[in-house]
């Protein structure tokens, strides 16, 4: 059995995603590591993160990004398609640029995968994941936040990125350019894993939080909109995480490889925890909405925890 990584990224070290690290992560458990690695700034030191690695089971592929071709965010897909396709092992093990795995994970990864490499049925693995808000000790974990997702695949060449590369789909025929299609694609069959994914996407200092927004927002409604927003003045000079002491806190351990990354936290007196629940500055999160409030109460207290309307790209197996 072989198992391959792979993952994709453009200004990640500039932007502070642990893109290293997620690498890392992983790295014990794969054969090979592909990263699709776009047209950065010239003073985006991603690549030489990488090579600090150190390891020959990496390989990079330099990619030109077109978000013109490829808009609404459809360019994060076709960037890591580029990865997946490279990839030649059994299992393919996506880690986007700001998902790490605990180490105390890796033998049950490599387990499942052994155990249902046969299986034909199975298309895919389902990974629990952790959203880390603001700092190291806190989540978001609200009707908005996604509970579960696909991380590992089949090495199948219909199997595609979708969307804005959150998940999977299988795409017969696929034309290479519409990831966001619905029509004529099919949920994953997937099984359950044992293992979460640590996400710490919203895990950065609030100024640069600020600029991976504007960089995210250029992906996927385009740069002029972006300079619009900027002439409008719609961007604060941060980012406002809220009131953090309404959140969840983790109180368990973060992947031995991240505690350099994590040393360089420095944003402790930028955050609040007193006063409104929501952010204080213009822009708004979708969950601080009162409607996701709400819901997110009833799911809570009402529920037990029980997500209403919750959507799942991904058609569950039940194998033990």
């Given at each position: 059995m072989k198992i391959s990584g792979f993952s994709m990224g453009k200004n990640a070290h500039k932007l502070y995603y642990p893109m290293r690290y997620a690498?890392?992560?992983?790295?014990?458990?794969?054969?090979?590591?592909?990263?699709?690695?776009?047209?950065?700034?010239?003073?985006?030191?991603?690549?030489?993160?990488?090579?600090?690695?150190?390891?020959?089971?990496?390989?990079?592929?330099?990619?030109?990004?077109?978000?013109?071709?490829?808009?609404?965010?459809?360019?994060?897909?076709?960037?890591?398609?580029?990865?997946?396709?490279?990839?030649?092992?059994?299992?393919?093990?996506?880690?986007?640029?700001?998902?790490?795995?605990?180490?105390?994970?890796?033998?049950?990864?490599?387990?499942?995968?052994?155990?249902?490499?046969?299986?034909?049925?199975?298309?895919?693995?389902?990974?629990?994941?952790?959203?880390?808000?603001?700092?190291?000790?806190?989540?978001?974990?609200?009707?908005?936040?996604?509970?579960?997702?696909?991380?590992?695949?089949?090495?199948?060449?219909?199997?595609?990125?979708?969307?804005?590369a959150q998940s999977f789909r299988r795409i017969p025929g696929f034309d290479g350019l519409n990831y966001r299609q619905q029509e004529h694609t099919h949920k994953l069959k997937v099984a359950d894993v044992d293992a979460e994914i640590f996400h710490y996407g919203w895990v950065r200092p609030p100024a640069v939080m600020q600029n991976k927004i504007k960089a995210f927002t250029a992906n996927h409604e385009g740069r002029a909109a972006v300079e619009q927003k900027i002439r409008m003045k719609k961007y604060p000079d941060y980012f406002d995480y809220g009131n953090l002491s309404r959140l969840t806190r983790y109180e368990g351990s973060h992947p031995e490889v991240l505690k350099p990354w994590m040393e360089q936290f420095n944003w402790q007196g930028q955050l609040r925890f007193s006063g409104p629940a929501v952010s204080l500055v213009p822009m708004k999160m979708k969950h601080d909405r009162l409607k996701y409030r709400v819901i997110s109460w009833i799911e809570k207290r009402l529920l037990g925890g029980m997500r209403l309307g919750e959507f799942r790209n991904y058609r569950l197996l039940r194998k033990k």
């Open positions: 690498i890392e992560s992983i790295l014990p458990i794969v054969d090979e590591f592909v990263v699709a690695l776009g047209d950065s700034d010239a003073d985006d030191t991603t690549r030489e993160e990488i090579d600090k690695i150190g390891s020959d089971k990496i390989r990079i592929i330099d990619t030109v990004w077109d978000i013109e071709k490829y808009p609404r965010g459809m360019e994060h897909a076709h960037q890591t398609d580029i990865a997946k396709e490279a990839c030649s092992g059994d299992w393919l093990f996506y880690l986007q640029s700001d998902e790490l795995l605990h180490e105390k994970y890796l033998p049950v990864i490599r387990d499942r995968c052994e155990e249902l490499l046969e299986d034909r049925e199975v298309e895919g693995l389902l990974f629990r994941y952790r959203h880390f808000w603001g700092d190291y000790q806190h989540l978001q974990d609200t009707h908005c936040w996604y509970r579960k997702e696909i991380r590992i695949i089949r090495n199948d060449p219909e199997i595609h990125s979708w969307e804005s």
